[in-house]
């Protein structure tokens, strides 16, 4: 890590500790909070950060962090431009690495970003490299050089709660997801902290807990070609980029995965044992243990003509979920999610390795895009 950065977290450290407040582990009303990093902008920045209703607050720190466009800003001119967003957050990575350190996840809101290719020049000013979305369930389409469709499922079928490729020994560090088009109805991206999912769990059932923290294998059957009625419809051969058996075998060998090809083109995979559970390590982290995986995902979500939810996970003695354990992980799960109701030109990035992600069902023509990214060259 550079010097610079070094020295960036020493100082978002100092602040934290003159401004946070006692630890309690409590929901506060956003109208009576003031942001925790106000002091990091002043009335020249681009951005500055708001409350909105949905907001939670964990530890006295709102969750997601909120900031809205500054049309008073110099330069502005009285509306703040994509241009203007991309300067500042091409100029201010240590900042933003911090923030989503702290809140987990940031949410931009009130400026223009309307299509794919002005979300695309966002995430390429954000500094962050490119993660390519290979081992992933979903159908996507590729609409500029670093965005695609999130998961084109029914519109009445609900996604999960998941860490992004938590089923993949490889995974994204970010996650962008762009608001284009607002469903007429629903639609969210809730969000939840992974950490206080983790620490509830262990209250209440900390059995299950202890089974996860041996790890899981995830076990998925793909079609040769994507079937876009199915929420994990991904076919083999998009999945490994490939047309070749031979290349997805090979991939596949690489990820330490065991497989089996059935008729009709079908496939059948198996993960090596992977961490359900994660401790949030690494300079200026938490140290905090993540719900890191996608098991209620899987067991509630990955059911279709080929896969049966219930034995899509399997734990690495060789036993499967207990359907009480999954019912109390799902209140929990609803208990702390935040639903922010979508708005045009909205992007949230997310720390993926700290927040879990899910979709609620929705009426009407609604685009959310997304983009993957890690930060190696940080």
């Not at 990091?40 to 708001?50: A, L």
């Not at 994204?172 to 629903?186: R, V």
């Not at 690489?254 to 949030?280: F, H, I, M």
């Amino acid at each position: 890590m550079s010097l610079k950065r070094h020295i960036s977290f020493f100082l978002f450290a100092l602040i934290s500790l003159f401004k946070t407040k006692a630890d309690d582990n409590t929901c506060e009303n956003a109208d009576s909070f003031t942001s925790i990093s106000s002091g990091f902008f002043n009335t020249n920045d681009y951005v500055y950060p708001i409350k909105i209703p949905e907001q939670k607050f964990f530890n006295n720190i709102e969750f997601p962090l909120v900031l809205e466009a500054n049309h008073q800003a110099p330069g502005c001119s009285g509306t703040c431009t994509v241009d203007n967003l991309n300067d500042w957050i091409s100029n201010s990575a240590p900042i933003i690495d911090n923030l989503l350190l702290r809140h987990g996840a940031i949410l931009f809101r009130g400026f223009p970003l309307n299509s794919a290719d002005d979300f695309n020049s966002f995430v390429t000013a954000s500094g962050y490299d490119e993660f390519p979305y290979v081992g992933g369930a979903a159908v996507r389409r590729v609409l500029a050089p670093r965005v695609f469709t999130t998961n084109e499922s029914p519109p009445d079928f609900p996604i999960p709660y998941h860490h992004e490729l938590a089923q993949s020994p490889k995974f994204p560090y970010h996650l962008f997801f762009h608001c284009e088009t607002p469903a007429e109805q629903g639609g969210e991206t809730p969000i939840l902290w992974s950490f206080e999912l983790h620490e509830r769990l262990k209250e209440k059932i900390p059995h299950f807990v202890e089974k996860l923290d041996q790890g899981v294998h995830y076990i998925r059957v793909m079609p040769e070609e994507d079937d876009p009625s199915s929420a994990i419809g991904r076919g083999w051969k998009s999945t490994y980029l490939t047309e070749e058996k031979s290349i997805a075998e090979m991939k596949m060998r690489g990820l330490n995965y065991t497989w089996e090809w059935k008729e009709d083109g079908l496939l059948v995979t198996q993960s090596p044992v992977l961490k359900a559970l994660r401790k949030d390590i690494g300079p200026g982290r938490s140290g905090r243990t993540a719900f890191f995986n996608s098991v209620i995902a899987a067991y509630t979500g990955w059911t279709d003509s080929r896969n049966d939810g219930k034995l899509a996970i399997k734990f690495a003695d060789g036993s499967y979920l207990d359907p009480t354990d999954v019912k109390i992980t799902l209140e929990l799960m609803d208990e702390l999610e935040v639903a922010f109701k979508w708005e045009k030109g909205d992007v949230i990035l997310i720390d993926n390795r700290q927040v879990m992600h899910s979709r609620k069902p929705f009426v009407g023509k609604r685009v959310i895009t997304a983009s993957m990214a890690t930060h190696e060259s940080r």
